[in-house]
């Protein structure tokens, strides 16, 4: 739902693509709420790094059957690899009008509420960003 949101609000110079196996079904025990408030601050954090163009991907699937995984995908400015825990402390920002909260509330909803994990799975300064999401599978 967030996705779809975001898609018809913003910038139409960003493409963008959601990738699942319509097929195939996966599980996983969810605060509804607080989950798409995760996925709605990685899309807005995305379409910062792009500045409102570029390519936008999100994609769902079950890793090893054990964990479901989200990745949104970015084109944007990348994040140096000094910072990839850097960027979930509480108070870092790189945003002049940011306070710095929300990849560490993010973080915390993932761990406290979901038992589960958000990471940046890669990035490359001037390419853009793969950052995961983790959630058990049932």
Known sequence: ??????????????????????DEKIYAMINQQLFSWVIENLVKNAIDAMEGKGTLRIKVFSKDGKFVQVQVTDTGKGIPKNLYRKIFEPGYT???????????????????YHDGKILVEKSEVGV???MSVLLKEL
């Open 128 to 130: 853009g960003t793969t």
């Open 94 to 112: 790189t945003k002049r009008r940011g306070w710095g909260l929300g990849l560490s509330l993010t973080k915390r909803i993932m761990e406290d």
């Open 1 to 22: 739902k967030s996705f779809d949101d975001y898609s018809s609000r913003s910038s139409k110079l960003i493409d963008y693509h959601f990738d699942t196996d319509e």
